[in-house]
């Protein structure tokens, strides 16, 4: 799942809400046969449809010691056989044995089984055991077929050849960006895994400097599952370096494609000090061509409560909202413009005030889309 | 260039007899520009022709000059399982500086291929034809004949190209629908249209224009080996039947071949001589084989243009009466979109193969209605039950299809299909009411009535599954790695039904054992190795067990197969 979509936030004070939306949300050598050339199962014409039709009547007549070994029915002529009248309710074949019949030149070509009657005849109790006992004639197996179906591979496992779930790495940078702000502010989105398709670990990492600081920053270790088609738990930890002094939470939150695209991270945050909060982020990629892409992106940040030493606000803290334009030389690298723009609320909003920060500020951007 | 894929004599020159020797290592190609090491037999590409005569038994001596484990499978061949060359299942590959003998008796004629099954090696050049005269005089009579391999190269390291779908499954689509396509789709159909339409494959999270994960981006298409600027050339005298041997040797690609100028009678599939058909076109899936009778007269030059299915690209060659000629290259066809009736999510009649009207959509499953509420994940009752034999079985009829419930809830499944059919005389996608005959299943029956005639014992009904977006493949959502072996008994006779649960094509490939493909109505029609499913279909063929042994059974699509659409089917003695 690349980060190729428009980004949406909205604000959740917990991701609890959601998580609870979004999931919810050959030996037949036949091949050269034509049958008039090469008529195999003969007992087939003789019309038995399927073994699991079903029921045997076998009345009086016994075949018990039938020796069919030796019988060759080479020149048999069965053109003008007329089965029409017979009765097959009292067969019993229970102990036939066509192990070693020979019908290799019958001509069962003009056959006319039409109106034979089966209805009654009951074959459940014939032994078909024996592949013989119907349908192709099979050689009988000797221990050198068996050697030769069945290598021994000395525990060699086929799977072990080919691993159809590798374990892979991804690199990129979503966004690497120098913004128009005072200051000469510089921004980056980055994310890294290794893992096989559903189970994965995860550095994600984000933040901004400007004017020679390190405005915020954070990064994040988690490990997803993907407990959906669409959708990836992500559970691990984050760690802010700035602003102020560093502070570490439990991460638990969803990443994954929600109808429509718009590709989607949803985390919430429990810190040592009981303080929660979450995190919203949503993308959407506009294909203006197949290189030239339009990319919205709206994230939310809300917390349970105001820490003045942070300058964060109790409830919505800040939204923002960027609109990027990339071109993608290569699927993996893509320069881009674009402009954001980002507004502070509630007590975050007058913690902005009182640093003298912007409460609403709009800038463009500059970057480049890397990833492999 | 192997000897076959010299333009020559009435024959193609091959390696016959009943000991031949096979070299596997690397050899520098340059198809782009840029010099790679492709994978190699005896240092050509494709492999030598191997030619042998049905009843001969052979001896095949392959050494592996490579660095890495190789190994070579008798596509289509019916030989003892330890012959198969499947690495894990017949032997344990041919390791480096060793030698593997094959030895197999050869109880089939027509025409196959053989490839590597070890890695991407398939990928990388390592696959050839092999053709089985018969030991009768060939009821298919012709003055000359040609080999023609396509395949798919690329520069790029397959592994490569494996990781990049699974970081980025569109990576190779540079034709995904933009907001110019959005704009003239109002125009000509209006807001309400285009809108719903963009909104059903957002609900879906999938794009109409998924036609091939891999494409032109990195192929170079080849016939015989060579690119369509080098037009490998066959030659023909005016008013010669000339059979034309098509292999699918690609990794990736399914082609569309048509040769402008002549008609093709289609005289067997899968090497099996079939009733002969004349058409102007056909699509041959991954690993396919189809021969044709061309009668070439009044031109001096024929190009054979087999274009990609998704219309990035094409492989070509030429007939042509001595060397040097080429005939005008047609430009490639429009790009199509798949529609929901393609992925059996009812509709409208889309897929009727000339002309016919649109048909009333199913009951209940107008179009786009429902849809929504078949997206994967939406797991509903119905669906946790797996029906084995459901009432409505290949009959044509679009019924509620039911799935099993290991695709309910299952991250790798991102898509079930509604009301999926046979659609055996569908020419398929790109190719319908394109004003040109085209091949379809339905036109192919085999000159042999049966060869088994039971009726099969039961049905094991398998779907095939994926998810585009994670690039993950399996047989009922289960990948390879994590699934149990299909057992069937030695003897018995079973029906396989494959249901398509995704948006791409697929062929099926089982080895050891034919698959005698059924009609609607589960009548044999056309005995094959490699059956092709295209999405939104229902399909069913029997098999009759009678090889015993681990036999592989895939999707012949090579990332798809590497990504877990694979199986092992386990012939085994046993009771009734």
């Given at each position: 799942m690349n980060a190729r979509h428009l980004r949406l936030r909205l604000i959740a004070l917990s991701v609890a809400a959601c998580l609870a939306g979004l999931p919810v949300a050959h030996a037949m050598t036949a091949e050269t046969a034509r049958r008039e050339e090469m008529p195999r199962a003969p007992q087939r014409s003789a019309g038995h449809e399927s073994k699991s039709q079903g029921s045997i009547d076998r009345g009086s007549m016994n075949h018990d010691s039938m020796d069919h070994d030796s019988?060759?029915?080479?020149?048999?002529?069965?053109?003008s056989m007329d089965h029409d009248s017979m009765d097959h309710d009292s067969m019993d074949h229970g102990s036939m044995d066509h192990g070693s019949m020979d019908h290799g030149s019958m001509d069962h070509g003009s056959m006319d089984h039409g109106s034979m009657d089966h209805g009654?005849?009951?074959?459940?109790?014939?032994?078909?055991?024996?592949?013989d006992a119907a349908g192709p004639l099979l050689p009988p197996i000797t221990d050198a077929d068996r050697a030769a179906a069945f290598p021994d591979l000395g525990g060699m496992r086929m799977q072990d050849h080919m691993d159809d779930d590798p374990v892979l790495a991804s690199f990129a940078f979503d966004r690497l960006e120098w913004q128009d702000a005072p200051g000469d502010a510089a921004a980056w989105e980055t994310k890294a895994w290794v893992g096989r398709s559903f189970d994965r670990l995860w550095l994600r990492s984000e933040g901004e400097r400007s004017g020679g600081r390190l405005e915020h920053a954070q990064a994040?270790?988690?490990?997803?599952?993907?407990?959906?088609?669409?959708?990836d738990l992500m559970v691990g930890i984050r760690h802010d370096f700035a602003p102020g002094a560093s502070k570490d939470w439990l991460a638990i939150g969803v990443q994954g494609l929600a109808p429509y695209k718009f590709?989607?991270?949803?985390?919430?945050?429990?810190?040592?000090?009981?303080?929660?909060?979450?995190?919203?982020?949503?993308?959407?990629?506009?294909?203006?061509?197949?290189?030239?892409?339009?990319?919205?992106?709206?994230?939310?940040?809300?917390?349970?409560?105001?820490?003045?030493?942070?300058?964060?606000?109790?409830?919505?803290?800040?939204?923002?909202?960027?609109?990027?334009?990339r071109y993608e030389i290569r699927r993996e690298f893509a320069?881009?413009?674009?402009?954001?723009?980002?507004?502070?609320?509630?007590?975050?909003?007058d913690l902005a005030r009182a640093h003298g920060e912007p409460v609403e500020d709009g800038r463009l951007v500059a970057g480049l889309r890397v990833w492999f | 260039m192997p000897a076959f894929a010299r333009p020559g004599p009435a024959r193609p020159s091959a390696l016959t007899g009943s000991t031949i020797d096979l070299s596997i290592g690397e050899l520098a190609v340059d198809y782009t520009g840029r010099t790679r090491r492709a994978v190699t037999v005896n240092g050509t590409l494709p492999a030598p022709l191997l030619r042998f005569t049905e009843g001969d038994t052979v001896t095949i001596r392959v050494r592996n000059t490579l660095a890495e484990d190789t190994s070579i499978h008798w596509h289509g061949i019916i030989l003892p399982a330890n012959m198969d060359g499947v690495p894990g299942f017949s032997f344990h590959g041919i390791h480096p500086g060793q030698t593997f003998t094959y030895r197999y008796t050869l109880r089939q004629s027509g025409t196959y291929w053989y490839h590597s099954h070890s890695g991407f090696q398939e990928q990388k050049g390592l696959y050839g034809p092999l053709i089985v005269d018969p030991r009768e005089p060939d009821p298919i009579r012709s003055d000359r004949e040609h080999v023609i391999l396509l395949s798919d190269w690329t520069d790029e390291d397959p592994y490569r190209i494996f990781a990049k779908l699974r970081k980025n499954a569109e990576y190779y689509n540079r034709h995904k629908r933009t907001v110019g396509d959005a704009i003239a789709d109002i125009r000509r159909h209006g807001w309400g249209a285009t809108l719903d339409d963009r909104r059903l494959w957002g609900a879906m999270r999938m794009s109409p224009t998924d036609l091939a994960d891999v494409g032109a981006l990195t192929y170079t298409y080849l016939a015989n080996g060579v690119t369509p600027a080098g037009n490998w050339t066959g030659l023909f005298r005016p008013g010669e039947r000339v059979r034309l041997r098509f292999i699918n040797g690609s990794a990736m690609t399914f082609f569309d071949v048509r040769i402008p100028g002549l008609k093709m009678t289609v005289v067997a599939a899968d090497g099996q001589n079939v009733h002969p058909v004349t058409v102007d076109e056909f699509r041959i899936g991954v690993a396919e084989t189809y021969d044709v009778i061309v009668e070439p007269s009044g031109q001096d030059a024929y190009t054979i243009f087999a274009q990609a299915m998704d219309r990035g690209g094409y492989a070509r060659a030429t007939l042509a009466v001595r060397d040097?000629?080429?005939?005008?290259?047609?430009?490639?066809?429009?790009?199509?979109?798949?529609?929901?009736?393609?992925?059996?999510?009812?509709?409208?009649?889309?897929?009727?193969?000339?002309?016919?009207?649109?048909?009333?959509?199913?009951?209940?499953?107008?179009?786009?209605?429902?849809?929504?509420?078949?997206?994967?994940?939406?797991?509903?009752?119905?669906?946790?039950?797996?029906?084995?034999?459901?009432?409505?079985?290949?009959?044509?009829?679009?019924?509620?299809?039911?799935?099993?419930?290991?695709?309910?809830?299952?991250?790798?499944?991102?898509m079930q299909t509604m009301t999926p059919t046979p659609r055996l005389d569908d020419p398929g996608i790109g190719l319908r009411d394109n004003g040109r005959r085209v091949l379809t299943y339905a036109d192919l029956a085999s000159r042999f009535a049966d060869p088994d005639g039971r009726e099969p014992g039961r049905t094991i009904e398998l779907h095939l599954t994926g998810h585009m977006e994670r690039y993950v493949w399996s047989f009922d959502g289960i990948r390879f790695g994590d699934a149990e072996p299909l057992r069937l008994r030695y003897g018995e006779r079973l029906r396989i039904v494959l249901v398509n649960d995704t948006m791409m094509e697929h062929p099926i490939h089982l080895h050891g054992l034919?698959?005698?493909?059924?009609?609607?109505?589960?009548?044999?029609?056309?005995?094959?190795?490699?059956?092709?499913?295209?999405?939104?279909?229902?399909?069913?063929?029997?098999?009759?067990?009678d090889a015993l042994g681990r036999w592989a059974y895939h999707c012949h699509l090579l990332y798809h197969m590497d990504a877990g659409m694979f199986r092992e089917v386990r012939v085994e003695e046993g009771s009734a």
């Open positions: 019988m060759d029915h080479d020149s048999m002529d069965h053109d009654s005849m009951d074959h459940g109790a014939m032994d078909h055991g024996t592949a994040e270790l988690l490990w997803s599952h993907a407990f959906h088609p669409w959708w590709e989607t991270k949803a985390t919430a945050y429990l810190a040592g000090d009981g303080r929660i909060a979450a995190s919203f982020e949503a993308e959407y990629e506009l294909l203006l061509t197949n290189r030239l892409i339009l990319q919205p992106l709206v994230e939310a940040t809300l917390y349970s409560r105001t820490d003045a030493a942070r300058g964060t606000g109790a409830g919505l803290d800040r939204l923002e909202a960027g609109l990027r334009l320069p881009y413009v674009g402009w954001v723009w980002q507004r502070r609320y509630g007590d975050g909003a | 040097g000629l080429a005939a005008p290259v047609p430009a490639l066809d429009p790009r199509p979109l798949l529609t929901m009736a393609d992925m059996g999510h009812g509709g409208h009649g889309g897929h009727d193969a000339h002309g016919a009207p649109a048909k009333a959509a199913p009951s209940g499953h107008e179009g786009h209605a429902g849809h929504d509420t078949q997206a994967a994940g939406a797991a509903r009752d119905e669906h946790d039950a797996h029906g084995g034999a459901h009432a409505a079985m290949g009959h044509g009829t679009a019924a509620m299809q039911t799935h099993p419930a290991s695709e309910s809830g299952n991250p790798g499944v991102d034919w698959s005698d493909l059924e009609d609607a109505d589960g009548a044999f029609r056309v005995r094959k190795h490699t059956v092709n499913m295209p999405p939104g279909t229902r399909r069913s063929y029997r098999v009759t067990a």
